[in-house]
């Protein structure tokens, strides 16, 4: 019942700014995580950052903390990713997701989100 729209993704230089924006139709409910993940070609899916639909809760994986801000406006439908001091490291596909319900440490693990955008493109030169 829910699809996500993604957008903002690009080229930028290290040390610069992205911001990217999920677009959720459907119904989102109050016991949802919203979540980014992102993923290296060879590489698993990797959690990134999450918010709690209902109280604005957020995580962050350690090697993002203080550089991104994830953020939702629940009247809009609407999640943002703030990603700032950009490195080669974040060059990867990112992906909105949204989990139904998760709680503690399997609201870090992609298999329990439910519904994905297509991904966008960050790709960080040196």
């Known amino acids: 019942q829910v699809h996500l729209a993604e957008s903002g993704g690009g080229l930028v230089q290290a040390g610069g700014s992205l911001r990217l924006s999920c677009a959720a139709s459907?119904?989102?409910?109050?016991?949802?995580?919203m979540g980014w993940f992102r993923q290296s070609p060879g590489k698993e899916r990797e959690f990134v950052a999450a918010i709690k639909w209902s109280n604005g809760i957020t995580y962050y994986t350690d090697s993002v903390k203080g550089r991104f801000t994830i953020s939702r406006d629940n009247a809009k439908n609407m999640v943002w990713l703030q990603m700032n001091s950009l490195n080669p490291e974040d060059t990867a596909v990112y992906y909105c997701?949204?989990?139904?319900?998760?709680?503690?440490?399997?609201?870090?693990?992609?298999?329990?989100?439910?519904?994905w955008g297509q991904g966008t493109q960050v790709t960080v030169s040196s």
């Open positions: 997701a949204a989990a139904s319900y998760c709680a503690g440490v399997d609201c870090y693990r992609a298999r329990f989100y439910n519904y």
């Open positions: 459907g119904r989102i409910f109050s016991s949802s995580t």
